[in-house]
């Protein structure tokens, strides 16, 4: 069995998210046009590499809220660009970019807050007593109804989900040397043929 791939992996190696975009963390940074800050002339990168890890362990911390700066000399093989088509059920007015909301809003009381986007103790108690008296279908429901976008699953489907994940990669890797010990054999040329190709 090969080893895994190193480097970036191809762009459908993982399964896509929910709404059908391969890669959005991760893989390799995503050059933006945004300036890191205007005096340093650097531009931001955003979503982590594949030498980056989803839970802060070693470099970056992999989220969709992970950036960093760059010069626009920079390159490196974990630094990229996205590539994207229109989809047919895209709105057919022009985005005009971020619209921040400027408008003032109440404090809640001190001790008074919305427990998911405070996260911490709260939040977990919160989810875990919905889970429990609902269970994960109530659970995703509750989340979906909140406008979360995220699926809830057991461990087991979890575990599952990524056994598949993995064996999808390895077969891919396989197939892809398989490809590649295929291209560079002479199994299929004769003699002459060979001569030639080695001059």
Request: aromatic share 8%; hydrophobic share 30%.
């Amino acid at each position: 069995t090969p080893p895994p791939p190193p480097g970036a992996p191809p762009a459908d190696a993982y399964a896509r998210n929910d709404a059908g975009v391969y890669n959005m963390l991760g893989n390799v940074w995503e050059w933006t046009a945004t300036y890191f800050a205007k005096s340093s002339g650097q531009r931001v990168l955003r979503g982590g590499s594949y030498l980056d890890s989803a839970d802060g362990a070693f470099n970056h911390l992999v989220t969709a809220a992970t950036r960093m700066g760059n010069t626009e000399d920079s390159s490196a093989d974990n630094m990229g660009f996205r590539c994207a088509k229109d989809s047919p059920h895209a709105p057919k007015h022009k985005p005009q970019g971020y619209v921040y909301d400027q408008s003032k809003k109440k404090r809640p009381p001190p001790g008074v807050g919305d427990p998911i986007k405070d996260g911490g103790k709260q939040a977990e108690e919160l989810v875990q007593a919905i889970a429990a008296e609902h269970g994960a279908e109530g659970l995703q429901k509750w989340m979906d109804k909140q406008g979360m976008g995220t699926t809830v699953m057991t461990a087991a489907e979890a575990s599952r989900q990524r056994e598949k994940r993995t064996e999808e990669r390895q077969e891919a890797w396989e197939a892809a040397v398989r490809d590649a010990a295929a291209a560079a054999s002479f199994d299929d040329l004769r003699d002459d043929e060979i001569d030639k190709t080695e001059l």
